[in-house]
């Protein structure tokens, strides 16, 4: 039984207090590159605005309300600022949607309360390579083997939501927990395994759960409901909000270089900034489109199919948006622009490593199936 849907006295997010909160973020982004520690700052500036409460019953972005193009908006002015901390913050969200679709009303209380009351950071770590998470069974006592990999914020995130294969006489599949971080050891969080390109400052490290002794009231839902649709899929236009705020923060650091140099009257120049805003405006509308879809259909039932393919469409769209704008800017600033102090090298990477999502050519490929299928989908 989910919360109520009702306005909450006490709520804490103050959209003004986040304003400032994103061009502190935006201000300590090369820092928070280099930081052995993360984005820790960002994140307590998020919980002292409200943010990592605003999808929780009576907030304001509540996910019983329907609000799913607000909380796209704040997920691409969070990547607008820094798209590592946008990831995170993405995962998070994620975290606590997963809880409100799938949680006991004891867990949703507990987990919530933790995010109210405390501020708790949440994560969802899915990727795993050939040592991967199991959880097995052993004299009454349930432990997990393996590891996680790409685990974004490891150093920060105070409950994991991890999944993993589960094979014992009452359950057998791909399980999701929700498990306590100050239980794994910090050795066990490999720093060495994130040498990247761009999103450093997401500390997305590989992390070892092996021995961890876990309670049943740890497990979140049954055994292959973490890959129930339209909601895994239909997700992805949550991380693809983010990276269109990537190519916001392109787009603006663009043009005000262009402003610096008394650049911006040269009419080739014009026409990239042109290229750029009309790309971008394009991707701002497959969001609020998709924000419309999902708020109409994701608990209907009727229209999975619907919404899974326009959320791929989405997902790609605004991929081939963020490569167009990076290019168009490449050619805008030089290689001049590449350089200290300005902070489209960083953007550049960070954006370009981001857009890497599993998938991508399946993607499109079932796309066009669908189509195949149903030429007349989404005629109204």
């Known amino acids: 039984m989910r919360e109520k849907n009702t306005i909450r006295q006490d709520q804490k997010f103050d959209n003004g207090m986040l304003t400032q909160v994103l061009e502190k973020i935006a201000q300590r982004s090369s820092k928070s590159e280099h930081h052995p520690e993360g984005p820790q700052e960002e994140f307590q500036w998020l919980k002292d605005c409200g943010a990592l409460a605003i999808v929780l019953p009576g907030e304001l972005m509540d996910f019983n309300a329907g609000r799913t193009l607000q909380l796209l908006k704040l997920l691409k002015d969070i990547g607008q600022a820094n798209l590592s901390v946008g990831r995170i913050f993405e995962g998070h969200i994620n975290a606590l949607y997963l809880i409100h679709l799938y949680a ?11 995010v109210r009351d405390h501020g708790y950071l949440f994560g969802i770590w899915n990727t795993q390579a050939n040592d991967g998470v199991r959880f097995i069974e052993s004299e009454g006592i349930i432990s997990i083997e393996g590891s996680k990999t790409f685990c974004s914020g490891a150093t920060l995130v105070n409950r994991a939501l991890i999944t993993g294969n589960i094979s014992l006489s009452d359950r057998s599949g791909w399980q999701m927990a929700i498990l306590d971080m100050k239980s794994v050891d910090s050795q066990n969080i490999d720093r060495d395994s994130w040498k990247t390109l761009g999103m450093k400052a997401s500390g997305s490290y590989k992390v070892d759960f092996s021995g961890y002794e876990i309670t049943e009231d740890e497990f979140l839902a049954d055994p292959g409901m973490y890959l129930r649709q339209p909601y895994f899929n239909g997700g992805a ?45 394009s991707g701002r509308i497959w969001l609020n489109q998709a924000a419309v879809y999902y708020d109409k259909w994701a608990n209907s039932g009727t229209h999975d199919e619907e919404l899974i393919t326009f959320a791929n469409m989405t997902r790609i769209s605004i991929e081939e948006i963020c490569l167009k704008i990076m290019d168009e800017s490449n050619r805008c600033v ?28 399946a993607t499109r490929l079932k796309v066009a199936e669908f189509f195949i299928e149903d030429n007349s989908a989404f005629n109204e």
């Open 237 to 281: 236009i949550r991380f693809a909000a983010v990276q269109l705020g990537g190519a916001e923060a392109i787009a603006a650091h663009t043009l005000a270089y262009l402003q610096e140099l008394n650049r911006s009257a040269d009419q080739i120049q014009q026409m990239r900034i042109s290229n750029i805003m009309t790309l971008l405006i």
């Open 334 to 361: 030089g290689a001049r622009g590449l350089m200290h102090p300005y902070q489209l090298e960083r953007i550049y990477r960070d954006l370009s490593f981001y857009l890497r999502q599993p998938a991508p050519d």
């Open 104 to 114: 006991r009303e004891r867990q949703r209380e507990k987990w919530y309360q933790e």
